[in-house]
């Protein structure tokens, strides 16, 4: 099968590799569109010790189940594999498995090929009327729904009613503001964008309301809730500035490991900080929902291209030309 592979920092092959091999309780996927995560960048840009080269990078997927009994059902893949009897599986809190396993991270390969293995359990099934490069934006769009709802959690109240801010335009951001109107807060949304070819996409998206960071958006000590899609110093900075007295801050970006915490005014102000990682399988099936529904808007935001144009696609994400918030890959194109 071709796929395209990462084989050092800034390189990307696409080139022919052993078939994907589904193990006992696995099927056999083709890969009909995959986005570009910004994990998948921190390992090209050689930032992510966890995903060493060469390998296929590539979590965000949907496509179809080739041969089998379900030969034919059109599915998204909830990337994260858990052991199922952990403590925290139990809990129905699966991201916090000890033994989590995600593709594209050793041992498992992702899904930049024409072809994944997966287990059943990991599937789910896209409506016909779904095309699958909305069915891929599934993952990423469960990474905002997890945080929101962990936010609303936080808060103890409903989001109605509640001022929301998001920091990162991304398609996490992105995700996490069109989540937070359909869990029930109220619009426009401001999202905190530096890049300007996002603000027109970001607009068209929903009640949400795109701006340069430090040029717009609530002023300091107005959210109830902050969602840091980017995390680096000045985001954690500008969450803290944002954060009422007992509001809480929602850290889902990995940007950078240390800084920007306003540890004093977070204490005395008793501003509550979560950290976010992935979702748990009730939110990436409520999530799947929501967009089979259309209730995280339209979703054309999304701009598709071939697989074999993936190397350009990184280069572009990463000099900031790409004006979409996610750019999808399609195997079967070109």
């Known amino acids: 099968m071709k796929a395209l592979v990462y084989t050092a920092p800034r390189a990307l092959d696409y080139r ?34 966890r995903r060493p080269a060469p390998l296929i990078l590539g979590h965000e997927a949907a496509g179809v189940i080739v041969g089998g009994a379900e030969a034919g059902r059109r599915v998204t893949v909830n990337p994260l594999v858990t052991c199922g009897g952990c403590p925290a599986c139990r809990a129905g809190r699966e991201n916090l498995c000890p033994t ?13 090929a024409e072809m994944l293995a997966m287990p059943t359990e990991n599937l789910v099934t896209v409506p016909d009327g779904v095309p699958l490069g909305m069915a891929a934006l599934a993952e990423p769009l469960a990474c905002g729904w997890h945080a929101v709802r962990l936010g609303a959690q936080a808060l103890g109240q409903p989001l ?81 500035r944002l954060a009422r007295p007992g509001g809480v801050i929602v850290h889902i ?35 799947a929902a929501a967009i089979f529904e259309g209730r995280l808007g339209p979703l054309g935001w999304a701009e598709a291209r071939p697989l074999s144009a993936g190397a350009a696609a990184f280069a572009e994400i990463e000099a900031g030309r790409a004006a979409a918030p996610k750019i999808v890959l399609m195997p079967g194109q070109g």
């Open 16 to 49: 022919e590799v052993p078939d994907a091999a589904p193990h006992t309780g696995e099927v056999l996927i083709r890969v009909d569109a995959v986005g570009i995560c910004g994990s998948d960048m921190h390992a090209y840009q050689g930032h992510d010790e």
């Open 100 to 112: 989590r396993q995600i593709i594209s991270m050793p041992p498992r390969e992702g899904a930049f």
């Open 160 to 240: 109605a009613g509640t001022r929301c801010a998001v920091l990162g335009g991304g398609a996490i951001g992105l995700g996490a503001a069109l989540a937070a109107l359909a869990q029930g807060a109220p619009g426009p949304v401001p999202v905190a964008e530096p890049n300007r070819l996002r603000h027109a996409a970001i607009a068209s998206a929903g009640a949400l309301a795109p701006h340069l960071p430090g040029e717009g958006g609530l002023d300091a000590g107005e959210a109830d809730l902050v969602i840091d899609a980017v995390g680096y110093p000045a985001t954690r900075a500008e969450a803290c």
């Open 253 to 287: 970006g990995l940007g950078s490991a240390e800084g920007g915490l306003e540890i004093r005014r977070m204490t005395l102000q008793e501003i509550t900080f979560i950290g976010t990682y992935t979702y748990t399988k009730a939110d990436f099936r409520a999530t």
